[in-house]
């Protein structure tokens, strides 16, 4: 009889233990989902803002051919090297969110995997 409550015992305090790992997990999940909503966000944001720079650059450019031409600049304007910068950042760090998107989007699929594994 001691020994089927030491037994029942144990099964709660492992049932205890199994049901706090759970609500761990569950919490990382939402921190991942939600940061995986802010990624998609800012990815978002930084593809528009890089767009509206792109079409600005292609606009300046064109006015620069409209312009009659009396010297040609050496080199591109100081706003056009500003836009290009800006661009060239904006690409680079569109990359780095890309890249974390997928390893979080990798994360919690492996997640997923692992929890639905329930050994028998």
Known sequence: MEACRQIQLER???AEILKGERAT???R????SERMCTLREEKECIMN???ELE???VELRKQMTELPSLAPPARPSE????L???AE???EELESLAGQLQAQEHLEAASQRTSSYRPS
């Open 29 to 32: 999940m939402n921190q991942m």
């Open 79 to 82: 706003v056009e090297q500003q």
């Open 84 to 86: 290009q910068e800006e």
């Open 49 to 51: 803002r890089l767009q």
């Open 55 to 57: 079409t600005s650059l």
């Open 12 to 14: 709660d305090t492992f």
């Open 25 to 27: 997990w569950q919490q």
């Open 89 to 91: 950042h904006l690409r």
